[in-house]
């Protein structure tokens, strides 16, 4: 490699970043539009062409866009509520499901320790009875949830 290669002022520079994503659109940006939209159709129609009645007229109906903004934003959460109970169930369904491979390989390394001795059979009974115990309780749970 010869030193002009590395003394080249476009191996020196450092590379452009990559264009940003472009962010989806936002509900902010359709009110804003349909306002725009609005506002110079009245514009265009009105009877009354002088500049105050045009002012009044147009922020008159950036005022209603921003009134139905303010209502999107108060009842779209309330329209999403069914989504978010869905993915909580869908999350609860999870967690269950590990919490029943949890308490049948605990199970398992309990009858292992047993049978090396590692654990008295008082001890093994007491805690493979509660173990089971979760595990059914567990599996009742998975059983009565709706499966979405």
Avoid: C, N
Avoid at 9 to 27: L, N, V, Y
Avoid at 66 to 75: E, G, H, I, R
Avoid at 95 to 116: C, G, N, Q, S, V
């Amino acid at each position: 490699m010869s030193s002009a290669t590395l003394t080249d002022e476009r191996a020196a520079k450092p590379a452009a970043p990559p264009p940003a994503a472009s962010e989806p659109a936002q509900a902010w940006h359709f009110f804003v539009v349909v306002s725009l939209a609005a506002a110079t159709l009245a514009v265009v129609v009105s009877a009354r062409t002088a500049p105050e009645h045009l002012v009044m007229l147009s922020i008159t109906i950036f005022a209603a866009g921003a009134a139905a903004l303010a209502a999107y934003s108060v009842l779209a959460p309330l329209l999403s509520e069914r989504q978010r109970r869905r993915a909580v169930r869908a999350s609860t369904r999870a967690a269950l499901l590990a919490e029943k491979a949890l308490a049948l390989r605990t199970i398992k390394e309990l009858e292992f320790d047993r049978a090396m001795g590692k654990v008295s059979e008082a001890d093994f009974v007491e805690m493979a009875g509660r173990l089971r115990a979760r595990a059914l309780r567990v599996m009742q749970q998975l059983d009565d949830a709706p499966e979405r």
